[in-house]
């Protein structure tokens, strides 16, 4: 599960109502609405999901290479300096405001989605086949 204040508008993740769910049991949902108050997103349909359904998805190879990942690499504006796919991490490196190197690890898309938006203030583009 994910925790609430993770949770972001066009957050790409996982949602299953079953309580052990296996891979299989899991629809993949865009989050269009959060509400903190009554703990539930909505979806692009408009469709109701506690937030204790809903789940990440892990960052691969493959989800990588559908964020614009070049051979595991993606390099962006002056601010954020690449962020560098592993099997099951991305290791972001970027330039804080105060012009420090700065390394972090991230293991799911939403992660993923939520720190490209703080940094370039556009959502990460995701090509689905």
Known sequence: MIK???LRTGNRVWESSLV????????????ASVNDIDKVVHDEQDNIYSYD???????????????????????????MTSIRGANKNAEVR???AHGNSVSRYYQYLHQL?????????EELEIKLP
């Open 94 to 96: 970027y330039c804080d």
């Open 53 to 79: 359904y809903i789940y990440p998805i892990p960052l691969t190879p493959e989800w990588l290479e559908l964020c614009g990942f070049n051979e595991g690499v993606l390099y962006l504006n002056p601010m």
């Open 4 to 6: 609430g204040s993770e």
């Open 20 to 31: 052990n769910p296996t891979p299989d049991d899991f629809a993949e949902i865009v989050i």
């Open 113 to 121: 989605q939520n720190l490209y938006f703080t940094l370039t203030d």
